[in-house]
């Protein structure tokens, strides 16, 4: 397989492997344990099938897009002949790459694709071949059922979404047979990559209780004061729905005003205090603010009668009234930061009609006011999907892991198939 295929092969250190394995097996027996529990606890399944699960409409959409294709076979047609002609411009390239000929690619990956940055994918002919066969196929499949007619806007939008899925999980970088840089690492390493790729895999299992939740990120490497929270602060003031905040000064004075950062209660306000040389809260607090950050709970069930006027109540408008009587100003600036920034504006409509104009300024990052055209998370809340967000909110909070997995679906080949490549076929 070209360079790939050229690498000595070498040989693992038998103790690391030992180690490896040893980790697998602990981790395979958590899995089985985990899963034995549940069974005991949920009871064995009435029948040999398992419950099918479709709450995002995937199934009825697709259904819809082809019937309306099947009424439409002009359409299929073309976007055949498009494909075949594709494909017979692509055989024709790749033999007169084969004979030393210089000739156009059919298709190239978007500027921005990083899937295909490997040199093999362009000067091996046979991992050109596969990268250009993948490209005209995924091409030819989105243009086939995005256009479709007939379809509403809603299923229109789940056809093109999961299309776009579907395509990006068949990417041949996702698999070790088409990838050239996992094979190369797998025999420079002796085989001992795929052995820290299933070690990955069973981890994330393991850390999903028997789901697989994919690492991102290196839980060890954070340290608190250093790369996470790393400026001086205290708490001032605390109630069931958040924690006050509040930095200490860096400068011989102060500015006369306040400010107030709300962060979304989706993450955590560290996110604006990661590293001093990009941290928001110490630039702020050296300009000679006074800063006073949100820090949100964790819901647990316990809050399944809370709500947005809650948020609203206990959150923005009590943060008000703790910074007056920390500092004795009535009056203060904002910044509202994601769904912080929603929670800010829906807090100053209110304190508006209470005549409460104690919010001088507000400043929003990366907020949205209006709904109505949410973009892709459309197809994440339908009625369809409402109603089952609800069933799931009656324990009284969501879970943390369902709204990222939507968050990363939006941006897949970034969010998830990356990490899967690195963490699973690199090892």
């Known amino acids: ?3 790939a295929a050229n690498l000595p092969i070498s040989t693992p250190d038998p103790a690391e492997v030992a180690g490896v394995l040893n980790e697998i097996a602990a981790a395979g027996k958590s899995i089985l344990a985990h899963k034995l529990k549940n069974t005991m606890n949920n009871g064995a399944l009435g029948s040999s099938e398992l419950p099918v699960n479709d709450d995002l409409g995937i199934a ?5 897009a082809k019937l309306n294709l099947l009424l439409d076979p002009f359409h299929l047609a073309e976007q055949q002949i498009k494909y075949m002609q594709d494909a017979s411009r692509l055989w024709q390239s790749t033999w007169m790459g084969l004979w030393g000929l210089k000739s156009d690619p059919v298709i190239e990956p978007d500027r921005g694709d990083h899937r295909f940055k490997d040199e093999l994918w362009e000067d091996h002919p046979m991992y050109d071949f596969i990268k250009q066969s993948y490209l005209i196929t995924a091409r ?18 789940k056809v093109d979404f999961f299309t776009r899925q579907f395509i990006d999980a068949l990417a041949p970088t996702n698999f070790l047979i088409t990838n050239p840089a996992a094979q190369r690492e797998f025999i420079g390493s002796g085989g001992l990559s795929v052995l820290k790729g299933l070690r990955n895999l069973l981890k994330d299992i393991e850390k999903g209780n028997g789901q697989l939740k994919i690492s991102m990120t290196d839980q060890d490497a954070f340290e608190l004061g250093k790369n996470v929270a790393v400026t001086p602060g205290k708490v001032v003031y605390q109630n069931d729905m958040m924690q006050l905040l509040q930095y200490n000064p860096s400068t011989e004075q102060v500015l006369k005003r306040p400010l107030l950062i709300v962060p979304p209660w989706i ?11 990009n941290s928001l809260i110490k630039w702020a607090v050296d300009q000679g603010h006074t800063v006073f950050v949100v820090s949100w709970v964790n819901p647990d069930e316990t809050y399944a009668e809370k709500g947005f006027d809650d948020y609203v109540l206990d959150g923005i408008v009590a943060a008000t009234d703790a910074i007056e009587q920390a500092t004795g100003e009535k009056e203060i600036n904002a910044i509202g930061y994601c769904l912080g920034g929603t929670l800010l504006a829906t807090t100053l409509a209110y304190m508006a009609s209470k005549r409460d104009s104690r919010i001088k300024s507000a400043t929003f990052f990366a907020t949205m006011m209006d709904f109505a055209c949410p973009g892709e998370l459309g197809i994440f809340i339908d009625e369809e999907q409402l109603a089952s967000l609800e069933k799931r909110l009656e324990r ?12 990363n679906m939006l941006r897949a080949n970034d969010l998830i198939w990356s990490f899967v490549v690195n963490n699973y076929l690199l090892g």
Do not use: H, W
């Open 1 to 3: 397989m070209g360079q």
């Open 60 to 64: 009825p959409a697709f259904a819809n």
């Open 140 to 157: 030819c499949l989105y243009s086939t059922l995005t256009g479709v007619k007939g379809l509403d806007d809603q299923k229109q939008a």
């Open 267 to 277: 993450n955590k306000f560290y996110i604006l205090d990661l590293r001093e040389k």
């Open 396 to 407: 009284g909070y969501l879970d943390g892991s369902e709204m990222a997995s939507t968050f």
